[in-house]
C-alpha cells in the first residue's frame, strides 16, 4: 500500500456561544481547523485534524495547509503507510515545530493501519487498559454568576469533575471559583487551570487561598517560560501541580520531571505531534513516578476519537485520578461525523470499529468549510 494523495478541508468551526472559553490567553470562540484525507493506492483512506489554534502552538489551519502542500507531502507520497513510526521521524526532520499539524498526518496513517488490519486504534496500541475514559467540564474564565451556571448545567448533564480557568485578575479568580464550589457542592472534585497567567509569587498565593474551596489540581499555575518557575511554585504549595503548556515533548517532560516541576502532565495528541509521541510522554512520566491526563484544545470528532484510543490504552494516563478534557464535541453544534463520537458528561469512548473508527458528514463539513 502507498500513499498516493494528500488533501485538506479548511473549516471555521464556530462553539457554542454559551460555552466560549475565555482564559488568560484569550477568548476561543471559533476553531480554525484543518481536516486532512490521506489517501493510499489500495483505497483506504485516512483522516486526521490539526486541531490548532494560533495563541497555542502558532498554527491555524492556513499555516497547516501551507506545510503540508509544501513540505510534509512530499515526504510521504509513495511511502508506505503503516510505516508509523518512520514515517513520523521523517515529518520531524521536514519542518521543526508545527506539532498540530504533523499529528493529523500521524493519526491518519494509525486510521489506515487499523482500517487495513481490521481493528480499532486502541486495539493496535496493545489493547484497553480501561472500559471508558473519564472525562471532566472545563468553566471559562467568565463572571462569577455565569460560571456557576454553567458549573451547574454540567453536573445536571453528570459530570462529577471539573476545572475553573483562572489567572485572569486574583479577586475575580477567587471570586469564580468560589462561585462554582458553591454551585456544584462538595462532592464534586474541583481543579484550576491558571493557562501560565500568574506571576510565581502571586500564582503561591492563589493556589494557598484557593485550597479554601478543596482543589485537587492546579494547571500550568506560571508562565511555561523556565521550569524552574514551575518547580518553585510547587515546591510551596501542597495542591498538585500539573504542566500543559510547559510539556509539548517527551525531553520537556523529562525536563519538568528532573526539576521536580510537576506531579501530572498534560498530554494531546496534537501538541505532542500524534499518538506514538504523546505515549512516550506518558512513559517519561511512568519512569518519574508521575502521571498524566489528556487535554484539549477543543478538538472536533476526528482528533476527539484519536484522543480516545490514546486514554484507553495508555497506562501512564491516569483518567481515573485525573479525568480528562476530551470533550471537545460538546463545545460544538456538531462535531461533523456521521455519528457523533459517545462522548457524554463524565465519560468518553471510541466507536467500536476499524481504525480511528470514525466518517465525516460531507453534507456538515460543506457547511462550516472556511473559504
Ligand atoms: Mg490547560
Known sequence: MKISRIETIPVDVPVNPALVIRSSLGTHAISPFLLVRVHTDEGITGLGEVSATPRWSGEDRVTAAHFLETLLAPQLLGEDPTHIERLTAKLARALAGNPFTKAAVEMALWDILGKSAGLPVYRLLGGPVREF???????????????????????????????????LDPDQDMARVQAVRRAIGPEVRLGVD???????????????????????????????????????????????VMADESVYTPQDAMALARAAAADVFSIYVGK???????????????????????????????????????????????AEEFPCDIIGPLFYESDLLKDPLPVTAGSARPHERPGLGVELDEGKVERYRAR
Open 133 to 167: 475514559v473519564t472525562t471532566k467540564w472545563s468553566v471559562s474564565g467568565v463572571d462569577p454568576d455565569k460560571a456557576a451556571s454553567i458549573a451547574a448545567w454540567a453536573v445536571e448533564r453528570g459530570f462529577r469533575a471539573m476545572k475553573v480557568k483562572v489567572g
Open 194 to 240: 491558571a493557562n501560565g497567567g500568574w506571576p510565581p509569587r502571586v500564582a503561591v498565593q492563589m493556589i494557598r487561598r484557593l485550597r479554601e474551596y478543596n482543589i485537587y489540581f492546579a494547571e500550568q499555575p506560571v508562565a511555561p517560560l523556565d521550569v524552574s518557575w514551575m518547580a518553585d511554585v510547587r515546591r510551596q504549595v501542597e495542591v498538585p
Open 272 to 318: 505532542s505531534g500524534g499518538i506514538g509521541p504523546a505515549r512516550r510522554i506518558a512513559a517519561v512520566a511512568e519512569a518519574a513516578g508521575l502521571t498524566c491526563t489528556v487535554g484539549s484544545n477543543l478538538e472536533l470528532g476526528v482528533a476527539s476519537a484519536a484522543m480516545i484510543h490514546l486514554s484507553l490504552a495508555t497506562p501512564g494516563i491516569n
